[in-house]
């Protein structure tokens, strides 16, 4: 099996769709790709691609080809053997993603969970799980060197901002053929829906305001990211 520990906001929607489009071994257009992770991420939890099961959660069958959650690693259960990788990103970077997805959310009418007026309060009232995710994820107490001993017991991970080089990662690490795909994280944001729509104009000036408003606070922004940045650092991210 293949698990990964999925980071809200470091391009796994790409990923995802990667190990979709190379399990159909060519067989799927971009329709039946977007269909299967439809299905996949957002309606059943899982889909087969060739015989191959994709399951969504942190408990997932032992025949399953594919896994992935955003469940913290320490309470996922995994069978023997697995293989464990991840994907990580700059954390204020990762962040301002985050929050412009839910503020371009709520400029299109839909429900958000987010707080703060700008991206400086909803860093300072949001959860502190929730902020520092990619240090959450590995441990639970927020210890640097936890987080640091377990993402280096996996057997990948890899960095957002080299969709290109992680793919390549993965493939020999998997020894796949044909090779995964790439995909741009951009191209499978949450606002793909919006730019359908026609509101490129709407999407552009969110982006602007993000960051403008992370610009202004970023000095603030590194002290309350500083933990994840040490264990970027000492992975050598």
């Not at 906001?9 to 790409?14: E, K």
């Not at 190379?22 to 269909?35: E, L, S, T």
């Not at 023997?80 to 301002?96: E, H, K, Q």
């Not at 371009?104 to 502190?128: C, F, H």
Request: charged fraction near 20%; include cysteine; proline fraction near 5%.
């Amino acid at each position: 099996m293949i698990y990964f520990h999925h980071i809200a906001g470091t391009g796994g929607r790409s990923v995802i769709k990667s190990f979709i489009q190379q399990a159909g071994d060519g067989d799927r257009g971009p329709n039946q790709v977007n269909a299967d992770f439809h299905k996949f991420f957002q309606v059943e939890g899982q889909v087969t691609v060739n015989g191959k099961l994709f399951f969504r959660g942190s408990h997932p069958p032992p025949h399953a080809y594919f896994a992935c959650s955003h469940s913290p690693l320490y309470v996922c259960e995994l069978p023997p053997g697995t293989i464990r990788f991840t994907l990580m990103r700059d954390p204020i970077t990762r962040f301002a993603g985050r929050y412009r997805q839910h503020y371009m959310a709520l400029r299109g009418g839909y429900g958000t969970d987010w707080v703060g007026n700008n991206i400086l309060e909803s860093a300072r009232q949001m959860p502190k799980y929730v902020v520092l995710r990619q240090l959450s994820m590995f441990s639970a107490s927020f210890l640097v060197g936890e987080a640091l001993h377990r993402l280096r017991n996996l057997h990948a991970v890899c960095q957002c901002e080299d969709m290109r080089g992680s793919m390549e990662t993965l493939t020999h690490l998997l020894h796949l053929d044909p090779p995964l795909p790439v995909y741009s994280v951009r191209e499978h944001s949450n606002v793909d829906r919006l730019r359908i729509e026609g509101k490129a104009k709407e999407i552009a000036r969110g982006r602007e305001r993000v960051i403008a408003e992370t610009r202004e606070h970023y000095a603030a922004l590194q002290a309350i990211f500083e933990p994840e940045y040490r264990l970027m650092e000492a992975l050598c991210l």
